[in-house]
């Protein structure tokens, strides 16, 4: 029946593929590809969060640990991705203002140009580990039900995502990701039923008594370690999910605030019914099957027990939810990966007069070079576990300090986030090469060294971040402004515009002006259209000096300060040789003054070209 599933599967991706297709010819600017045009709501946000955190192991990784650990597994993987979507709904009013498209945007925008690309670089490290997880999920999938080997899955995720994700951006991502999650909670629920019911149907035995019969050790809820070995495993994947760039992207791809906030907490509850439905087929294989040995075969039983059950037809269908999981993920992971490089990278310091369709074309090819990548490396990890948690603690201890101190703490500054970053990352990369090659498992040398010794990496990320930090000159007010309000006004004082209402030129300006409303925010956009080719850069350099603009990440975007709302404020991006492209996005009460704004803009840009 492995033809059935390979028609179904051609069938499936050529439905994926008609979505990227129709949310291709939407795009217009890289806010379209990149988060969605800010558009997107509640329900698809909520779906695409829990989606793009479920990998294609993820119900036999979970499955499997409850097998082969019990219900302390929890702090490994299940509570993490629970709270960490519920943490990030708290941040959201933070997260949202900014008008960031990239986390490494952000920290620019705080910290200056010395951290952009390490930071880049650091998330997609941990991006492309993450994607590996799903090509080994999907590769465990194939090689149980139809003795696939693992480079045929990889092959064939990589050509199925890559057709779709560089055809429609996040907003194909998320879409997609609604339908996917759809698919895997279905399949969640339909195994954990059917695990209670088979050895209820084959032997009488009472529900309450597959509870019953799991031993003590497996309702331990501090058995990794205890309470301390709890902390740990907490500050080992608690920070380093909540500072995941993926979810933030979602963020500022929702239409308001409400819509982010609400989509990430019905994330977290997605999230949590899809592992209660994986708890309950732990409990059931249990009594079906042997214990696993070991945490690869506890990983497998979960689909052996789908090839013992189903019909042909039906574990075909299964094999296309798992593979829906597996490019739910994936793709996520490789469009915020390729992001990092095309925009933070490529665009900031190689081309920074980049237009916009070249930035489209370079974000495409990057998107399947992050799929072959993570699809190499998938060859050669031994577990899903593995990855996920070396993924997650390399990001803990590289970038949770300096992104949760950009936003929070007014004295942090470049040197002391680069210091965190480098002397963090590389402690934490040094102890999983030295377990792997010298040492051995750390926590065999001492508790406190469980998770690759990340209480190490963490606390060393920490102290020299702070004392860096405090050690060096406080930052510049403009890096501050788009944080922090008040800083911001000192700027909008100085940039204030003043423009006669009945202005023949205004009015026109306003029929020019593009305006869609989405949310609580309207989006406003014009075309300045110039009489010559000119310089990018020269242009960005002498706004600038007005006072009234500020380009603190670079000078692919620069902003005219005219609101404490970063996102209200009229910003530009290089359109083409001869056009500068100008939007905004006020809140709907902010529309008059913003307009004014933008038209205030455009005769400054247009004084500059002259």
């Not at 490089?341 to 916009?356: E, L, N, V």
Request: charged fraction near 15%.
């Amino acid at each position: 029946m492995m033809y059935t599933f390979i028609a179904l599967f051609i069938i499936y991706v050529a439905a994926l593929i008609a979505v990227g297709w129709h949310f291709a010819k939407k795009q217009r600017t890289m806010t379209d590809f990149w988060i969605a045009g800010r558009e997107i709501g509640v329900g698809n946000i909520g779906m695409s969060a829990a989606a793009s955190w479920l990998t294609a192991g993820a119900l036999f990784l979970v499955t499997g640990m409850f097998l082969f650990i019990g219900t302390g597994s929890i702090w490994i993987f299940v509570a993490p991705n629970i709270i960490a979507l519920a943490a990030i709904a708290l941040l959201v009013p933070r997260i949202k203002r900014l008008p960031s498209l990239t986390q490494p945007e952000l920290i620019e925008l705080r910290y200056g140009p010395l951290l952009r690309a390490p930071i880049a670089i650091a998330i997609t490290i941990v991006m492309i580990l993450f994607a590996v997880t799903d090509f080994k999920g999907f590769g465990y999938v194939l090689s149980v039900f139809y003795d696939i080997p693992q480079i045929y899955a990889v092959l064939i995720m990589v050509v199925a995502i890559s057709l779709y994700v560089t055809l429609g951006g996040l907003r194909a991502v998320i879409w997609t990701d609604a339908v996917q999650f759809v698919f895997l909670a279905a399949l969640a629920i339909l195994i954990g039923a059917a695990a209670l019911y088979m050895p209820v149907q084959n032997t009488g035995v009472a529900v309450s008594d597959l509870f019953s019969g799991m031993g003590a050790g497996f309702w331990d809820i501090f058995a990794l370690g205890g309470i301390v070995g709890v902390f740990i495993m907490m500050i080992a994947m608690l920070p380093g999910w909540i500072t995941e760039q993926d979810p933030w992207q979602r963020v500022w791809a929702a239409r308001d605030v409400k819509s982010a906030r609400y989509g990430m907490m019905l994330g977290s509850v997605l999230i949590a019914a899809v592992f209660f439905a994986c708890f309950l087929a732990a409990i059931g294989l249990n009594s079906l099957y042997p214990a696993p040995t070991d945490m690869p075969g506890a990983e497998q039983l979960y689909l052996i027990f789908i090839q013992d059950t189903f019909p042909p037809v039906a574990i075909a269908i299964i094999a296309i939810g798992f593979a829906a999981a597996a490019m739910s993920c994936a793709d996520t992971f490789a469009t915020s990966g390729a992001s990092c490089i095309s925009r933070d990278i490529y665009q900031r310091f190689i081309k920074p007069d980049a237009t916009m369709k070249e930035m489209r074309t370079v974000n495409r090819a990057l998107i399947a070079v992050m799929l072959v990548i993570s699809a190499a490396i998938s060859m050669h990890v031994e577990t899903i576990l593995d990855a996920v948690i070396m993924a997650t603690v390399i990001g803990t201890s590289s970038y949770f300090f300096p992104i949760v101190g950009a936003l929070f703490w007014r004295r942090a500054t470049a040197k002391g986030a680069l210091a965190g970053l480098v002397i963090g990352g590389t402690a934490q990369i040094g102890l999983i090469i030295a377990e792997a090659t010298y040492l051995g498992k750390l926590d065999n040398i001492s508790p406190f060294l469980i998770e690759h010794g990340v209480l190490i990496a963490v606390s060393l990320s920490a102290i020299s971040f702070i004392a860096v930090s405090l050690a060096t000159k406080r930052p510049d007010d403009h890096n501050l402004a788009p944080f922090f309000p008040d800083v911001a006004e000192r700027f909008i004082r100085k940039g204030a515009a003043s423009v006669d209402r009945g202005d023949p030129l205004y009015a026109l300006f306003r029929r020019d002006v593009e305006k869609q409303v989405s949310g609580e925010r309207v989006h406003l956009s014009a075309v300045i259209r110039t009489k010559h080719v000119f310089d990018w850069g020269e242009l960005i350099l002498k706004l600038a000096d007005t006072r009234a603009w500020i380009a603190p990440s670079g000078f692919e975007v620069a902003y005219r300060m005219s609101s404490t709302d970063m996102l209200a404020c009229p910003r530009i991006v290089h359109g083409g040789e001869d056009q500068v492209w100008i939007f905004a996005e006020p809140l709907a009460d902010q529309e008059d003054e913003i307009l004014i704004e933008m038209f205030a803009a455009r005769q400054e840009i247009r004084e500059v070209l002259t």
